[in-house]
């Protein structure tokens, strides 16, 4: 290991302790700031509302033993601000006796008839009441209502997680007893639960003795616990129902159809609960509360939690969070904003949408924005991210003596114009559609499918004209490289999942093999979108490894292994579609895909966009964009996609506009308020340099440029076609392996094997004494130590040093004896800052 530890600390760059924190100055000021004020004082009670989303004719029914109602009361104040008070009212049901209400505003039945409900609250002067009132009717506790099992038991299991993976929903079961996962298959659970093992985990005749119920009690072991209370809701309904001879419903029984989560939105003070209530609607038109029997989950643990009775509660972070509320296979989200409630001042200019739309989620939360970064910090932020590479020193200085207010918008011009710009985003796309060499014999097609992936990107060919190109694509790769796509991805179920989560932000997987645990797709909606890809043929080509891809005439369908129908043609949310035997399905697929009107195309790509240049998707992951994984900011995100469908697909406009904006511009460094803001861009949030990227950069700093197999003398890491090029430093610093179509496959984590890599790796040392390297430049040219140590700056960090740091690195110089080595042990002590190594 060089003996140079002690320049690290010598020359103190800035940033190196403060890119992933708030400084210990940043710190000590934030404890000691005054508490932001949040939501402020809500002012006088003006009235209060209950809110149960039941109500028909005034009326609230509650039909069947154990059927209940969770209520919510929201006070509504002066200032504006609603607030749940549900556990601050006093609750007075009359006549007494035919309901009873907690101190939650949970009603549960007591005995048959009809009553009002009443809310009462004192206001801040402890002298104005303010009530509300609802009406009760209590039906059906002494004919008691046939119990469902799809609709009343399978929730139950999933609340609880009995049918989870980890647990009886597993391939396999558990313990010899197996459900299907999330209860989607209810009628092969009720064979299981019923029929199985001779009946003996269901006794109607002494319920309470019945196996199910004594595990899920407690009263025997069972590895899973204690999960429910022998007074709960939950196992009163499963007595009820051993009880009557564990009915499984009538063909006839109305079904689910959806659920509702009141409230929908809410703004909420730091530190604050709010009790959500879960509507279920049926076919038939009537609604049920299903509260207690719906399975809750928070997107964002730090900011909010949620307990199994609905109630929510957020601790002092602020921002947006979302909990997610899952009920027979339907979902639902409840999205909260906790503000921390400062001022903050309108930027300068809006002119950009996306600065709007920012400002306009970061004025509601009240989080203030950190300020616009300096030129240098913009000009490398923007190299990095635009063509992936280091801004060279000829570069540097031209926009550092350049004052045309415009410099920043005429930067972005030249890097898009740049034949860097097709390099850096082709070989970002080559490996997400999996480009990858296997074998010698790929090299033509994975070379043909590059250089198609660049010539889309440096002509600026619209979104959706090359992404139909591709999924339209037949023929062989010297005719058409675009096929070299299908040489990879070869399965209609592959091509399906890949479609989806490439240019749908869909995650289909779940849905082959059973309904999507977290979303609306079924096994239906996921084979009627592989029929699109039924009759793709491959042939072997001429060549050795040449695949030609052909559309075979016939009917395309898929066949559900489920129900062993075959399924048509049919785009997610839509009818079936009758495609002509001789006509391929896949242009019916691209023209639904690249519409205008399609829900999912634009938005999953500046998604994916935004998650490119800010470091995290407004949807996070970014490939993973379901109703129950909400956008952090989703007037953003569906703005910028019509702003895009709009400019015609146009991805270089569409880079225009993100880093033309005063977000995309701002400081890394955080102010007393946003340093653990991540979710509402209110600040920069520095990333490491990609590995491609990182090499090189220090190819660039050292002037010795890496050499790989095949290729030209010269070509950058960023230039690279395939993954079929040998590398331990761009394996370590985690390029992806091209074997899915996940960008999680690209790792941006830093670990202590890229540490010792870049310390003590015969790479990286034998790049600083390479004999025509920079540093042998230096060292020959004896040039004074202000200008060596100046350009050095340039060529590493995009900036000249300031006073502290030129000092100490010109003393160290002027300390050694030999030069050659001083200078190596300056490269090699710059090139392991954290100011080097990060996109800040």
Request: proline residues 8%; negative net charge.
């Given at each position: 290991m060089r003996a140079t530890c002690c320049l690290l600390a010598l020359l103190s760059l800035p940033l190196v302790g403060s890119l992933y924190a708030a400084s210990p100055a940043t710190s000590e000021s934030t404890s000691a700031a005054v508490e932001p004020p949040g939501m402020g004082a809500p002012?006088?009670?003006?009235?209060?509302?209950?809110?149960?989303g039941r109500e028909v004719d005034g009326i609230i029914t509650l039909r069947g033993r154990d059927i209940a109602q969770q209520c919510v009361v929201l006070g509504h104040y002066e200032s504006g601000q609603i607030r749940d008070v549900t556990r601050d009212v006093q609750w007075q049901p009359q006549p007494a006796g035919i309901v009873d209400v907690s101190e939650t505003g949970y009603i549960s039945t007591l005995a048959e008839g009809d009553c009002t409900v009443t809310a009462a609250i004192l206001g801040a002067d402890d002298a104005t009441q303010q009530t509300a009132k609802i009406a009760i009717r209590v039906e059906n506790l002494i004919n008691d209502v046939p119990i469902n099992f799809p609709d009343q038991i399978t929730p139950i299991f999933t609340k609880f997680g009995c049918n989870g993976g980890g647990c009886?929903?597993?391939?396999?079961?558990?313990?010899?007893?197996r459900m299907s996962l999330l209860g989607f298959e209810p009628q092969e659970d009720y064979e299981w639960l019923v029929a199985e093992g001779r009946n003996r985990r269901v006794f109607p005749t002494s319920p309470d003795h019945s196996l199910l119920l004594q595990k899920a009690s407690g009263g025997v072991p069972h590895g899973g616990g204690s999960l429910v209370a022998t007074d709960s809701p939950s196992y009163r309904v499963m007595r009820r129902w051993?009880?009557?001879?564990?009915?499984?419903?009538?063909?006839?029984?109305?079904?689910?159809?959806?659920?509702?989560?009141?409230?929908?939105e809410m703004t909420m003070q730091r530190g604050s609960a709010q009790q959500l209530t879960v509507v279920a609607r049926y076919s038939d038109g009537s609604t049920q509360d299903v509260t207690r029997t719906t399975a809750f989950e928070s997107n964002d643990t730090s900011m909010a939690e949620v307990d199994d009775a609905g109630l929510v509660s957020v601790d002092k972070l602020s921002g947006s969070v979302a909990v997610m509320a899952r009920y027979q296979g339907h979902v639902g989200v409840f999205r909260a904003s906790i503000p921390l409630g400062l001022?903050?001042?309108?930027?300068?200019?809006?002119?950009?949408?996306?600065?709007?739309?920012?400002?306009?989620?970061?004025?509601?939360?009240?989080?203030?924005p950190s300020p616009t970064c300096d030129d240098v910090t913009f000009l490398r932020r923007a190299t990095i991210d635009i063509v992936g590479r280091l801004p060279s020193i000829e570069e540097t200085r031209e926009f550092i003596d350049d004052t045309d207010p415009e410099r920043r918008e005429k930067l972005i011009d030249r890097l898009l114009a740049s034949p860097d710009y097709a390099s850096h985003f082709a070989t970002k796309w080559s490996a997400i559609l999996r480009n990858k060499r296997n074998a010698a014999t790929d090299r033509e097609s994975t070379f043909a499918f590059y250089r198609w992936l660049h010539e889309a990107f440096d002509n600026n060919v619209p979104y959706d004209q090359w992404v139909r190109g591709l999924l339209t694509a037949s023929?062989?790769?010297?005719?058409?490289?675009?096929?070299?796509?299908?040489?990879?991805?070869?399965?209609?179920?592959?091509?399906?999942?890949?479609?989806?989560?490439?240019?749908?932000?869909?995650?289909?997987?779940?849905?082959?093999?059973?309904?999507?645990?977290?979303?609306?797709w079924s096994q239906q909606d996921y084979y009627g979108l592989t029929a699109f890809f039924s009759r793709v043929g491959r042939k072997t080509g001429d060549t050795p490894g040449e695949l030609l891809v052909v559309h075979r005439p016939g009917n395309a369908t898929a066949t559900n292994p489920k129900n062993k129908q075959a399924v048509p043609p049919t785009s997610l949310g839509n009818e079936p579609l009758t495609v002509d035997a001789w006509d391929d399905p896949r242009t019916e697929l691209a023209d639904w895909l690249t519409n205008p009107d399609n829900p999912f195309f634009a938005r999953a790509i500046v998604n994916r966009y935004w998650k490119h240049y800010f470091g995290r998707g407004l949807v996070d992951p970014e490939d993973d964009m379901r109703v129950t994984n909400p956008a952090s900011n989703p007037k953003l995100l569906d703005g910028l996609a019509q702003w895009f469908v709009d400019s015609g697909y146009d991805l270089k406009a569409l880079t225009h506009l993100i880093c033309t904006s005063q977000t995309y511009q701002r400081s890394s460094e955080p102010n007393?308020?946003?340093?653990?803001?991540?979710?509402?861009?209110?600040?920069?949030?520095?990333?490491?340099?990609?590995?491609?990227?990182?090499?090189?950069?220090?190819?660039?700093?050292?002037?010795v440029p890496t050499q790989f197999a095949g290729m030209p003398a010269g070509t950058s890491p960023y230039e690279l076609p395939d993954n079929g090029f040998n590398s331990y430093f761009l394996s370590v610093f985690g390029r992806p392996a091209g074997s899915s179509a996940c960008e999680c496959e690209r790792s941006g984590e830093s670990n202590l094997a890229q540490c010792l890599h870049l310390i003590n790796s015969k790479e990286v040392q034998s790049k600083l004494t390479g004999a025509g390297g920079r540093i042998a430049r230096l060292a020959a040219e004896k040039s004074a130590d202000d200008a060596l140590v100046e350009e050095l700056y340039l060529a590493a960090l995009s900036r000249k040093p300031i006073e502290t740091e030129a000092k100490a690195a010109t003393d160290y110089l002027a300390s050694k004896p030999d030069r050659r080595l001083a200078i190596e042990d300056l490269v090699w002590a710059i090139i392991n800052t954290k100011e080097f190594l990060f996109n800040h």
């Open positions: 002012g006088k009670l003006q009235s209060i509302e209950i809110v149960t009886h929903g597993k391939s396999g079961g558990q313990n010899g007893f051993i009880a009557q001879g564990m009915p499984y419903g009538s063909p006839d029984d109305p079904v689910v159809v959806g659920i509702d989560v009141l409230p929908l001022e903050v001042p309108a930027p300068e200019s809006l002119s950009n949408p996306i600065d709007g739309w920012v400002f306009e989620n970061l004025q509601e939360l009240g989080l203030p023929g062989s790769p010297d005719r058409n490289a675009a096929v070299g796509w299908y040489r990879e991805v070869k399965d209609p179920e592959s091509l399906t999942e890949d479609t989806a989560q490439l240019f749908m932000g869909l995650r289909l997987q779940c849905a082959r093999c059973h309904h999507h645990p977290f979303e609306v007393d308020w946003n340093a653990d803001d991540k979710l509402n861009f209110s600040r920069f949030y520095p990333r490491r340099l990609a590995a491609e990227t990182l090499l090189s950069a220090i190819d660039t700093v050292t002037e």
